[in-house]
T-cell receptor, first 113, second 115 residues
């Protein structure tokens, strides 16, 4: 909704530039990670995931990097477009039978025309 | 992807009342979850909705305040009881399908404002 992202850190980028959104996760036992995009008034949408046995995974215009040593994830968006403006959350789970996802604090991405 | 429908999408409620949110998934899913998203914040897991048994609550959430039902594989309800202004939030239903890796699908959320 209109209040999503109001108090979150904001990254402002020029249209066409690359964006890098960072996330620190909390549980060293987590072995599966997801990036979600949440637009105003909508629920989170899956962007890309990565398992802990990988360091990097690429999708269409997006790349996720995982550094398990420092418990850090990043989402790279190439050639950022106005439609990329949203709040981005990382989420983690332990790939156990619970399938619970624990969400990070989120970053608001603003794309300047 | 699974389509998750929530009702109501938004409501304005009076202090002390209770409201039940419904969540319907268009296909059978293994797990269903309820999250809360307070204004300007991230998502916090309230509980796992278990089919045919009591929900499993996360720390800080209790059944008396957030009773949950899940009578079958595609439907769940969350009740927010005895509401106060601090309960003003977006409540999100999510689900996991056995065929998927670990991603959860989310509904559009139910935005509650408590006066």
């Amino acid at each position: 909704g209109e209040s999503v992202g109001l108090h979150l850190p904001t990254l402002s980028v020029q249209e066409g530039d690359n964006s890098i959104i960072n996330c620190a996760y909390s549980n060293s036992a987590s072995d599966y990670f997801i990036w979600y995009k949440q637009e105003s008034g909508k629920g989170p949408q899956f962007i890309i995931d990565i398992r802990s046995n990988m360091d990097k995974r690429q999708g269409q215009r997006v790349t996720v990097l995982l550094n398990k040593t420092v418990k850090h994830l990043s989402l790279q968006i190439a050639a950022t477009q106005p439609g990329d403006s949203a709040v981005y959350f990382c989420a983690e789970n332990m790939m156990d039978s619970s399938y619970k996802l624990i969400f990070g604090s989120g970053t608001r991405l603003l794309v300047r025309p | 992807s699974a389509v998750i429908s929530q009702k109501p999408s938004r409501d304005i409620c009076q202090r002390g009342t209770s409201l039940t949110i419904q969540c319907q998934v268009d296909s059978q899913v293994t797990m269903m979850f309820w999250y809360r998203q307070q204004p300007g914040q991230s998502l916090t897991l309230i509980a796992t909705a278990n089919q045919g048994s009591e929900a499993t609550y996360e720390s800080g959430f209790v059944i008396d305040k957030f009773p949950i039902s899940r009578p079958n594989l595609t439907f769940s309800t969350l009740t927010v009881s005895n509401m106060s202004p601090e309960d003003s939030s977006i409540y999100l239903c999510s689900a996991h399908r056995l065929a998927d890796t670990g991603e959860l699908f989310f509904g559009e959320g139910s935005r509650l404002t408590v006066l």
